[in-house]
């Protein structure tokens, strides 16, 4: 099994800054690429960013310079750092992890998604 644990969400007025975490556990191999999406009511979910294992990150148009995603492989745990919140930055924030996990000996692929951390910006 493989679980991957969020948190830091909360409840922050504009211009604030929040920095969610997520630890990936369970028998895991390899973790290829770590992300965060996030989904707002009525809407689909959508990339934020995404950072592969070699440290090379990728931004929403809409967070680029307020946002900053990093990782360490060791531990399987990435952050999100998140500055300059606005109003249209409320939504449900998930970890996502492309990794290999050990099936009965074998490397196994697959893509998996946290429970998502609720992140609602208002004053």
């Known amino acids: 099994q493989v679980q991957l644990v969020e948190s830091g969400g909360g409840l922050v007025q504009p211009g604030g800054s929040l920095r969610l975490s997520c630890a990936a556990s369970g028998s895991i191999s390899r973790i290829y690429a770590m992300g965060w999406y996030r989904q707002a009511p009525g809407k689909q979910r959508e990339l934020v960013a995404t950072i592969t294992i070699g440290g090379t990150t990728n931004y929403a148009d809409s967070v680029k310079g307020r946002f900053t995603i990093s990782r360490d492989n060791a531990k399987g745990t990435v952050w999100l750092q998140m500055n300059s919140l606005k109003f249209e930055d409320t939504a449900v924030y998930y970890c996502?992890?492309?990794?290999?996990?050990?099936?009965?000996?074998?490397?196994?692929?697959?893509?998996?998604w946290g429970q998502g951390t609720q992140v609602t910006v208002s004053s």
């Open positions: 996502n992890a492309e990794l290999s996990r050990v099936v009965a000996g074998i490397p196994s692929p697959g893509d998996y």
